[in-house]
Antibody
Framework: LQLQESGPGLVKPSETLSLTCTVS??????????WGWIRQSPGKGLEWIGS???????YYNPSLKSRITISAHTSKNQFSLKLTSVTAADTAVYYC??????????????????WGQGTVVAVSS | IQMTQSPSSLSASVGDRVTITCWPS??????LNWYQQKPGKAPNLLIY???TLRSGVPSRFSGSGSETDFTLTISSLQPEDAATYYC?????????FGGGTKVEIK
């Protein structure tokens, strides 16, 4: 199984960041996993953004919840992230990941076991 | 839940026993994961649920602890273990990570 992030590397302040994660070698339409977004910046380290289940259920980081939408596109075997009203603080490497856990579908004991390579997103005018 | 890791960095020799500690700000039962990250790469899951070694991870890595005190141990440090290690709690949302421990080889 492989994951690959795609999207613009540069976004202007106040605009919307849109990223897509394409999954190959397995289906996102699986009851065994969540699919998540995590970002990493020098200032804030690793930050979980949110996760989605094949049913469409989502869990979001409260610090970003008002600005994020995670969607799954099962026909394309992709899931996506939209982050609105971006600022320089949203500059980071964005990773998508498969998330597993023995309690799934309960969102407990979740570990990100397969990651994409990451995509750098800079917010700048 | 805030995750505090210690130390933030360490330097050790090949063959040394290395211990990294992670303290959640509240009890997380045993829902603690450890990741290894090398420069320019995504984090790699090493251990989940405190002590379960992911398939393919060398047995020199081990995890222990519970509630509010967790440890990652490398029993005999190897050159390829130079990396930054992160703990992550999976007990409640938002999932949160520790600040990382950078391990260097002397």
């Amino acid at each position: 199984l492989q994951l690959q992030e795609s999207g613009p590397g540069l976004v202007k302040p106040s605009e919307t960041l849109s990223l897509t994660c394409t999954v190959s070698g397995g289906s996102i339409f699986s009851s065994s996993y969540y699919w998540g977004w995590i970002r990493q910046s020098p200032g804030k380290g690793l930050e979980w953004i949110g996760s989605i289940y094949y049913s469409g259920s989502t869990y979001y980081n409260p610090s970003l919840k008002s600005r994020i939408t995670i969607s799954a596109h099962t026909s394309k075997n992709q899931f996506s992230l939209k982050l609105t009203s971006v600022t320089a603080a949203d500059t980071a490497v964005y990773y998508c990941a498969r998330q597993s856990g023995t309690k799934i579908p309960v969102f407990l004991g979740i570990a990100s076991d397969i990651w994409g390579q990451g995509t750098v997103v800079a917010v700048s005018s | 839940i805030q995750m505090t890791q210690s130390p933030s960095s360490l330097s050790a020799s090949v063959g040394d026993r290395v211990t990294i500690t992670c303290w959640p700000s509240q009890s997380i039962r045993n829902y603690l994961n450890w990741y290894q990250q090398k420069p320019g790469k995504a984090p790699n899951l090493l251990i989940y649920d405190t002590s379960t070694l992911r398939s393919g991870v060398p047995s020199r890595f081990s995890g222990s602890g519970s509630e509010t005190d967790f440890t990652l141990t490398i029993s005999s440090l190897q050159p390829e273990d130079a990396a930054t290690y992160y703990c992550q709690q999976s007990y409640s949302t938002p999932l949160t990570f520790g600040g990382g421990t950078k391990v260097e080889i002397k």
